[in-house]
């Protein structure tokens, strides 16, 4: 059973940084591209960031280009995104998700294209 479990959320002011972390069990980690996607209250979920098995190719989603950065740990099965600059606007609930394929297809960003789903930690940004 696939499980995918985040950590690091919390309530920041804005400019600040945060650091999620997401940690996989019953998969074979470093066979599975993993990404993050995030809801705020009545929007759709938004995908912000791929990350390809070796962790040498990311994408992001223009609105957080140059502020988050994803990275992975494969002898730790965890992916994470340092956040930093962040803003109001950045406010939601993020979840880590995982692919069954190794590498981050152009459809990435849609939520249908994951294959498993964290059950997401809260981020808050104040002004």
């Known amino acids: 059973q696939v499980q995918l479990m985040e950590s690091g959320g919390g309530s920041v002011q804005a400019g600040g940084s945060l650091r999620l972390s997401c940690t996989a069990s019953?998969?074979?980690?470093?066979?599975?591209?993993m990404g993050w996607f995030r809801q705020a209250p009545g929007k759709e979920r938004e995908g912000i960031s791929c990350?390809?098995?070796?962790?040498?190719?990311?994408h992001y989603v223009d609105s957080v280009k140059g502020r988050f950065t994803i990275s992975r740990d494969n002898a730790k099965n965890t992916v994470y995104l340092q956040m930093d600059s962040l803003k109001p606007e950045d406010t939601a609930m993020y979840y880590c998700?995982?692919?069954?394929?190794?590498?981050?297809?152009?459809?990435?960003?849609?939520?249908?294209?994951?294959?498993?789903w964290g059950q997401g930690t809260q981020v808050t940004v104040s002004s």
């Open positions: 998700a995982a692919y069954e394929e190794s590498a981050c297809y152009v459809t990435w960003s849609d939520p249908p294209r994951v294959d498993h």
């Open positions: 019953g998969l074979a980690f470093d066979d599975y591209a």
């Open positions: 990350l390809g098995w070796s962790g040498s190719v990311t």
